[in-house]
């Protein structure tokens, strides 16, 4: 089966080009083709997994309702990146392809999948209906759409039932949706934790150099 896949690439800085190709993949333990996004500069992707190793010990899916939603999530790819963390990216529908949906969560953490980031907009039921069927971490991203800002996205994701808990970042909060998944798998990976700390140091550095910057500008 044949798929549509978003390549996204970035030339310049200031320049963003999108390519829409069909791919196909596979499913590693029954072999049968599977839908996926490859985020960012492929070729460049595959080097970054191959610097921190094929089979890393720590993998996050990021799961979107949307090829649409790419935009806003492609930084927590980025921040995963950064991390050294192996990152599995889908386009999985919980209202079009609800089946799908059941089958990738019911088979994530068997597949290696060790956090899920699921994002999605206005009747946002993506990652609830995964954090039904898995016993992984889902961190949820509202997506803002236009007419209510997010606010409808951010109710479907936050107002779960007791027993089936969803993380759930600000609006648009892709960035610390990567973060929590880093902290999530720190507490059992001793290179994150060690990561994990030299950013947080990295953080403190910044604001520092901010208040040196100011007190130097307005004091005498």
């Not at 599977?34 to 899916?61: D, I, K």
Request: charged share 20%.
């Amino acid at each position: 089966m044949r798929t549509l896949a978003l390549l996204w690439d970035r030339p310049t800085a200031r320049s963003t080009s999108y390519v829409i190709a069909a791919t196909t993949t596979s499913d590693h333990r029954t072999g049968r083709p599977q839908p996926s996004v490859c985020l960012g500069n492929c070729r460049r992707q595959r080097a970054r997994h191959s610097r921190f190793g094929q089979n890393a010990p720590m993998s996050v899916a990021i799961v979107m309702g949307s090829a649409s939603d790419a935009s806003i999530m492609d930084d927590a790819v980025q921040v995963l990146r950064t991390f050294g963390v192996a990152v599995e990216v889908r386009v999985i529908s919980a209202h079009r392809t609800p089946d799908d949906a059941i089958e990738f969560a019911r088979t994530a953490s068997a597949n290696g999948i060790n956090v899920i980031i699921a994002a999605a907009g206005g009747a946002a039921h993506l990652a609830g209906v995964l954090a039904a069927a898995t016993p992984l971490p889902v961190i949820g991203v509202p997506i803002a759409l236009a007419n209510l800002g997010g606010l409808d996205s951010l109710l479907a994701m936050v107002q779960m039932p007791t027993g089936v808990p969803v993380a759930v970042v600000a609006v648009n909060g892709a960035r610390n949706a990567g973060l929590l998944a880093v902290r999530i798998m720190a507490l059992s990976d001793e290179r994150l934790a060690s990561e994990q700390d030299r950013f947080r140091k990295e953080l403190a550095d910044q604001v520092r150099d901010q208040d040196a910057e100011i007190v130097a500008r307005y004091n005498d």
